[in-house]
């Protein structure tokens, strides 16, 4: 078994190349008003289809926490208008499954803290934000 230093240094290497696929393609097209490409009728939580509902969510709208599912995860219709994006975050959440670094809306204490036991969803792009999963 790796050590906890390997995961640590592994997840946040896959979290900031996760952040730089959506810096550099901005598969969310996200705008001033926070509203994306996969905004049905803007009455969500940040404004942001994906962050609805979510308890990690500050007041101001920022994320509390380094969620790597969270930050590699993004909707069918941000995935639909960047092909590339969907494919570079699958590839991303394809090598966290594989070392078992992702659990949907959960900060990366706790899967540090529960390394080997958190089972990997199917489908990490397009997953529907409405599954039990999130």
């Not at 996969?38 to 609805?52: A, V, W």
């Not at 992702?102 to 934000?129: C, Q, T, Y």
């Amino acid at each position: 078994m790796q050590s906890i230093s390997f995961h640590s240094l592994a997840y946040n290497l896959l979290y900031d190349m996760a952040a730089e696929t959506l810096a550099r393609l901005n598969p969310c097209k996200t705008n001033n008003n926070g509203y994306c490409a996969g905004q049905d009728d803007g009455s969500h939580l940040n404004n942001l289809r994906c962050c609805r509902e979510c308890s990690n969510v500050s007041k101001v709208g920022a994320c509390k926490v380094k969620s790597l599912a969270c930050k590699a995860w993004i909707c069918r219709a941000a995935a639909e208008s960047n092909p590339e994006a969907a494919v570079e975050l699958r590839e991303i959440m394809e090598q966290a499954a594989i070392l078992g670094l992702v659990a949907p809306r959960e900060p990366k204490g706790f899967v540090m803290s529960h390394l080997g036991s958190i089972p990997a969803p199917k489908s990490w792009v397009m997953m529907d934000p409405d599954s039990s999963l999130w």
